[in-house]
């Protein structure tokens, strides 16, 4: 509820003021449209960038004047309105290939063809849509959703399933238990959903940002943030790659308390590296303690003499390190280069 409760606010303001406008300003009677555009067109979704809004707003537009043409032509009823439909569905789609455009036309479309028109003719409707939109744009600037904090909590999400994932490694090469190295795996590969969750709130956020006076401030941290998505997107590709090599190494049921052990150390950098996406004066902590780790990260040092399989294992956290100092503020090559020879 607490991550939502930006955009509640956002869209009962807006929604109640579009009302109001549509009502008192310009004398509608019941100008439901103008109520119901900017709760579509702004919706419960993390993504609010103005262009999205924007997308929803024509979809919805463009639903209910086909509708209101379609109403004056041919009238109201079963067939019209399906023909309505089926037109509005068709235009939409090969005027955009989002999802999101074309149901919100044929949404808008229904509620024309559907509900009896208000006092004042057919085209009212279409000016209460156009104040709708209208309000609804005007929010994404004057009454922003804290955009910086809704991609800071995203990101700490992300984080926070990487450090989950070495946690249930280090447990299961600590005890050998194969079923928790499983499990890792799997929390592993969901971590995607929480890397596009934090895409999507940073993207957003940054898009705010640019129009709205109210957050540009956040620039510089959510700028930070997008330079991180990158290397943490191919960090937690590799995260994967180092959860599935030690689910198979576990398969015998031997304990490698080694493995673990560097485990547990990148776990704590990544727990500086968390804290850097709100203080951006922990990036250099977040960096030293990852070059700390990296700098002893050769198989035949930490574990002489081991079979294939092991150095498989930590052969997969060197690409990984590497990820995790880019996304500290190092260049590849210096990040490369922290890396002892093979």
């Known amino acids: ?17 579009s009302y109001a406008f549509a009502f008192f300003v310009l004398g509608h009677q019941a100008p439901l449209i103008a109520a119901i555009m900017p709760i579509s067109a702004l919706g419960l979704a993390g993504d609010a960038r103005p262009f999205r809004v924007l997308e929803a707003v ?10 209101e043409l379609l109403l004056i032509g041919v009238g109201g009823g079963v067939l019209p309105y399906a023909l309505a439909l089926g037109l509005t569905l068709a235009i939409a789609r090969f005027l955009s290939p989002t999802v999101q455009f074309t149901i919100s036309a044929a949404i ?16 009212v409707r279409t000016i209460d849509a156009v ?25 700490r999400r992300l984080v926070d399933a990487h450090i ?14 194969a079923e928790v190295a499983a499990g890792s795996l799997v929390r592993a590969r969901a971590a995607s959903s929480a890397l596009d969750e934090w895409t999507t709130a940073v993207d957003s956020g940054v898009a705010i940002a640019r129009v709205s006076p109210f957050v ?31 689910d198979y190494l576990l398969g015998d049921g ?12 990148i776990a704590h950098a990544l727990g ?18 990852l070059l700390e780790i990296a700098k002893h990260d050769s198989p035949r040092v930490m574990m002489p003499g081991a079979g294939d399989s092991e150095h498989n294992a930590l052969h997969a956290t060197r690409p990984y390190l590497a990820d995790l100092l880019q996304a500290t503020g190092m260049s590849l090559t210096e990040a490369r280069a922290a890396l002892p020879p093979l």
């Open 131 to 155: 104040v709708g939109g209208v309000f609804a744009l005007l929010a994404t600037a004057l009454l922003p959703r804290d955009p910086w904090r809704t991609a800071l909590r995203a990101g």
């Open 164 to 177: 989950l994932v070495l946690d249930d490694l280090v447990r299961a090469l600590r005890t050998g238990d």
């Open 1 to 17: 509820m607490r991550d939502s409760l930006p955009a509640v606010i956002q869209i009962t303001v807006t929604a109640a003021a």
């Open 216 to 246: 540009r401030r956040s620039r510089f941290l959510l700028g930070r943030q997008q330079q991180m998505l990158p290397p943490m997107d191919l960090a937690t590709r590799n995260l994967r790659m180092i959860a599935r090599r030690c």
């Open 58 to 67: 024509l979809g919805m537009t463009l639903g209910i004047v086909l509708a």
């Open 272 to 289: 500086v590296l968390r804290d850097s996406l709100g203080d951006v004066t922990a990036a250099p902590l977040a960096r030293h303690a």
């Open 108 to 123: 808008q479309c229904t509620l024309v063809m559907l509900v009896p028109p208000p006092d004042g003719g057919y085209f």
């Open 254 to 265: 031997v304990p490698r308390p080694q493995i673990a052990d560097l485990y547990v150390r």
